[in-house]
């Protein structure tokens, strides 16, 4: 079973859409990240959690830790928003992250 | 803004061949990592250096696999003699401490491909 689950894997949305993309892990965490990965491949840092909501632009990302879980949503998204958002956990353990396998999003104009 | 710079961006080597590397991590961090990510596949934890030595790393971290911090910048990964399984993006990280939340900052990656 993969500690951390993603959802959907892919999602296909207009421009304009508001985005809600899923996060579940199974370990106990300290932390949860939201990353963005571009087609290119580079990863950049969005958010770290560990209770709570944040909000950046467009962008807010929430966990519940009773229930083990976080959101990403993107209000009014756009075609450059178009890339991998990957999930990934600190596990209070040891410290290590541990990914989720990604959200592919497509935005179309 | 502060960032971890990788070098190359793309690395193509001969099945063999040793390839080195290079990470810049963020001048007053303390905790580095490699992580690599095969096409397709998940990101997946490498190891992890502190102090000048191996705080921990994963079973896909073999003998083939080494890191050093050569000079108080450079954090280099030098993988001995590549497969075509390594082929792969890796990715540099560095945090300033080991304190779990605390945000750890990533490198736009090395895509290496083995022939």
């Known amino acids: 079973k993969n500690e951390v689950e993603q959802s959907p894997q892919n999602l296909t949305a207009q421009e304009g859409e508001f985005i809600t993309i899923n996060c579940s892990y199974s370990?106990?965490?300290?932390?949860l990240h939201w990353l963005q990965q571009h087609p290119g491949g580079g990863i950049v840092s969005l958010f770290m959690?560990?209770?709570?909501?944040k909000k950046h632009g467009r962008l807010i990302a929430t966990i519940n830790i009773q229930e083990k879980h976080s959101s990403l949503h993107i209000t009014a998204s756009h075609p450059r928003d178009s890339a991998v958002y990957i999930c990934?956990?600190?596990?209070?353990?040891?410290?290590?992250?541990?990914w989720g396998a990604g959200t592919k999003l497509i935005i179309k104009p | 803004e502060p960032e971890v710079t990788q070098t190359p961006s793309h690395q193509v080597t001969q099945m063999g061949q040793e390839v080195i590397l290079r990470c810049v991590p963020i001048?007053?961090?303390?905790?580095f990592y490699w992580y690599r990510q095969i096409l397709g596949q998940k990101v997946e934890f490498l190891v992890s250096?502190?102090?000048?030595?191996?705080?921990?790393k994963s079973e896909i971290f073999d003998d083939q696999f080494s890191v050093e911090r050569p000079d108080g910048s450079n954090f280099t990964l030098k993988i001995r003699s590549t497969k075509l399984e390594d082929s792969a993006m890796y990715f540099c990280?560095?945090?300033?401490?080991?304190?779990?939340?605390?945000?750890?900052?990533f490198g736009q990656g090395t895509r290496l491909t083995v022939v």
């Open positions: 001048s007053n961090h303390l905790y």
């Open positions: 370990v106990g965490i300290s932390a």
């Open positions: 990280a560095s945090r300033n401490t080991r304190i779990m939340n605390t945000e750890a900052f």
């Open positions: 250096f502190y102090n000048n030595e191996i705080s921990e």
């Open positions: 990934a956990v600190t596990m209070d353990s040891n410290y290590q992250l541990i």
């Open positions: 959690l560990s209770s709570g909501k």
